[in-house]
């Protein structure tokens, strides 16, 4: 099984997880795109939400060349939408990828949806295979989301945290 198994599947399953997030709440991804001059509407973050739990889904059921390919655009496209708020400032609160949970655009946030784009477009080229996976797999790519997870969804905030001034008295 290749090297790349666990990370394009922890990909795909991040996929899942934000899309539902978005589904359940697209007002963080309406205001997100508000915020960088991009309008889109409630209901049209719901079909796109679900479009990447489908996408997420198959990726992970099939490891087909053709879902790899749809997870690295769909990691690109958030790659050049984080760039793109650094840029304008925009998204100054959540994106709706994690639910509620304050997730500004970073430096590090570019960093790992690159990755991930990365990754799965080095599994169009080099298939995952048969995802028949077996336990230490399965718990190495819950490990890695949940990682990733953590490193997309809590750390721009505790970075943030970690900026802001003490204010006297207060040490």
């Keep these: ?8 599947l922890a990909a795909a399953l991040l996929l899942v997880m934000a899309g539902l997030s978005k ?20 209901p049209t973050v719901r079909v796109l939400a679900g479009v990447e739990v489908v996408l997420g889904a ?6 087909s060349r053709v879902a790899a390919a749809l997870v690295s655009l769909s990691y690109a496209g958030f790659t050049a ?24 655009p970073t430096r590090t946030h570019v960093a790992v949806t690159a990755a991930l784009a990365l990754v799965a477009a080095v599994v ?24 990733l997870y953590l490193v997309l969804a809590l750390l721009p ?8 001034p003490v204010a006297a008295g207060h040490a």
């Design 58 to 63: 198959a990726a992970v059921l099939t490891g």
């Design 1 to 8: 099984m290749p090297v790349l198994t666990g990370p394009f």
């Design 23 to 42: 589904v359940a709440d697209p007002a963080p991804l309406v205001r997100a795109g508000r915020s960088v001059g991009v309008p889109v509407l409630g």
């Design 124 to 147: 169009v080229v080099r298939p995952v295979g048969d995802l028949q996976a077996d336990v230490a797999l399965l718990s190495a790519t819950a490990a890695v989301t949940v990682v």
């Design 81 to 104: 939408f984080v760039l793109l708020a650094r840029r304008r400032g925009g998204v100054l609160a959540s994106c709706g990828c994690f639910g509620r949970v304050d997730t500004p």
């Design 157 to 164: 905030g505790l970075t943030e945290a970690t900026r802001r």
